[in-house]
């Protein structure tokens, strides 16, 4: 049955991994994600889980690599420079197409950086997750209940085409309280007859392998696999809006920016101007659609993001040149506030009437 509750954006995400049948976490502790990992070493031991605080970011990663190519649902979770120390194995993971989550509760960069929250990982998630042609499906929560809702969305859609997914968080979402409603799962975990989990001398073997020494071959799969991705962009790209259909200025913010500028949206139409809101729930596949149809009435785009402008080049894309493009950001752990992207609002009304 599902439970309502009082939750912090981490705690949340891991109660609702263990309800999507998550029993085995591979870890490594750094702010702001900790909590993720506290969490699962308290609760999985109770369902007869598995818990490993590994030795590194690096052999967490291989941990889960392991664990998720005998079929299991299992996750490991990092912050920002912890998941570049995981890029290698993900870029496994995904020639190996193997299902598992992922979760990257950002923080500011580069380098160290700090511990403050941060949305500069967008390129890495979208663009660099690790060498090679690939893709991850990339999920931005906005809110505590999304951190739950998102993971268990993270394992099916990972389950259903053989790829591994991410959240892509950050410090914000994750150290925040709200009431979130952890929900039971409405999905049953498919079959994996490709999982090596033994054969009794009953099928062939399963052997998981990325070395593949034969360029043909190599460049067939990666054709293959992106025949997937294209799948993938058909049936998955997801998004909300808010007062977007008759908007002028149709605001861009995924995750935490997203919470400011709906508040800035309010703000806007309270003064007299009409702006709307797209919230990209999918990063990666990004949600072109339904900015290609708001471009077909508005006037211009501004995208609100905590970084140094890494979304822009997706939302002119898919605008395709019908109207301008403006970018309003604060970053290395500074959070925009409202007020703050309502005076960006202005700017960019002020500069599309000359």
């Known amino acids: 049955m599902s439970e309502k ?3 912090k954006g981490n705690e949340a995400l891991a109660r609702a991994a263990i309800k999507a049948g998550c029993k085995y976490f591979f870890g490594y502790p750094i702010t702001p994600q900790t909590e993720i990992g506290a969490y699962m070493s308290r609760e999985l031991p109770k369902i007869n889980g598995t818990f490993i605080q590994a030795e590194s970011e690096i052999a967490a990663c291989n941990m889960l690599f392991g664990c998720a190519a005998t079929g299991k ?4 979770a990092s912050s920002s420079p912890g998941i570049s120390l ?13 299902p598992a989550v992922i979760v990257n509760v950002q923080r500011g960069g580069p380098g160290l950086g700090s511990i403050q929250p941060s949305q500069s990982d967008y390129w890495q998630a979208t663009r660099a997750a690790g060498h090679g042609d690939f893709h991850l499906i990339v999920l931005a929560p906005s809110t505590v209940q999304e951190m739950a809702d998102f993971t268990q ?3 099916d859609l990972s389950d259903k085409y053989r790829t591994p997914a991410m959240i892509l968080a950050d410090g914000l979402i994750g150290q925040m309280m709200e009431v979130a409603e952890i929900k039971e799962p409405t999905t049953v975990p498919p079959e994996k007859p490709w999982a090596v989990t033994g054969h009794n001398f009953k099928r062939k073997h399963n052997i998981i392998n990325s070395l593949i020494l034969d360029a043909q071959k190599l460049e067939d799969l990666n054709i293959e696999r992106f025949k997937k991705y294209d799948i993938i962009k058909k049936n998955e790209q997801r998004s909300e809006s808010y007062l977007a259909d008759d908007a002028d200025i149709v605001l861009v913010a995924f995750g935490a920016s997203a919470r400011m500028s709906k508040e800035a949206v309010d703000m806007a ?8 809101l797209i919230k990209p729930i999918t990063l990666f596949p990004y949600p072109e659609n339904a900015i290609k149809k708001a471009a077909e009435t508005a006037k211009c785009f501004l995208t609100v993001e905590m970084n140094m402008g890494q979304m822009v080049d997706d939302v002119r894309l898919a605008v395709n040149g019908k109207c301008p493009v403006d970018f309003y950001g604060r970053t290395g752990g500074v959070i925009p506030t409202p007020d703050e992207i309502f005076e960006a609002i202005k700017r960019t009304v002020a500069k599309e009437m000359k």
């Open 86 to 98: 995981k890029t290698e194995c993900i870029s496994y993971m995904a020639a190996c197409d193997i």
């Open 73 to 76: 649902r299992a996750m490991t």
């Open 269 to 276: 139409r309270a003064n007299g101007i009409k702006v709307g």
């Open 153 to 155: 969305l993270a394992f």
């Open 5 to 7: 509750m009082l939750l």
